[in-house]
């Protein structure tokens, strides 16, 4: 069984970082993609950004290019994404998502119907 668990979230003021981690396990081959979203009290849940495990293709939202970084560890089958210069409107709970069946390019990534198993959520808060 395929689980998916956040941290790294937290309150931090405008311009600070953060580094969220999802730590995955139960894959049973090399071949997913894990995608970040947040949601933000009374908004949709959107995709923020997503990697993909087989071949290190990357996606970001076009508000967090130049600010977020997802990256990999293999070895520890755990997905990072690292928030610099955050703004209050980067304010929301923040989840890992696992999808197994798309290729790349992953043209669906910033779709939460496109994955397969979520992670519980790590809150983001910045204050201004």
């Known amino acids: 069984e395929v689980q998916l668990v956040e941290s790294g979230g937290g309150l931090v003021r405008a311009g600070g970082s953060l580094t969220l981690s999802c730590a995955t396990s139960?894959?049973?081959?090399?071949?997913?993609?894990i995608g970040w979203f947040r949601q933000a009290p009374g908004k949709e849940r959107e995709g923020v950004s997503c990697?993909?495990?087989?071949?290190?293709?990357?996606y970001y939202e076009d508000s967090v290019k130049g600010r977020f970084t997802i990256s990999i560890d293999n070895a520890r089958k755990t997905v990072f994404l690292q928030m610099n210069s955050l703004k209050p409107e980067d304010t929301a709970v923040y989840y890992c998502?696992?999808?197994?069946?798309?290729?790349?390019?992953?043209?669906?990534?910033?779709?939460?119907?496109?994955?397969?198993?979520w992670g519980q959520g790590t809150q983001v808060t910045v204050s201004s």
């Open positions: 998502a696992g999808d197994i069946y798309s290729l790349s390019p992953f043209l669906g990534w910033f779709l939460p119907s496109s994955y397969n198993y």
């Open positions: 139960g894959f049973t081959s090399d071949d997913y993609n």
């Open positions: 990697i993909s495990r087989s071949d290190g293709s990357t």
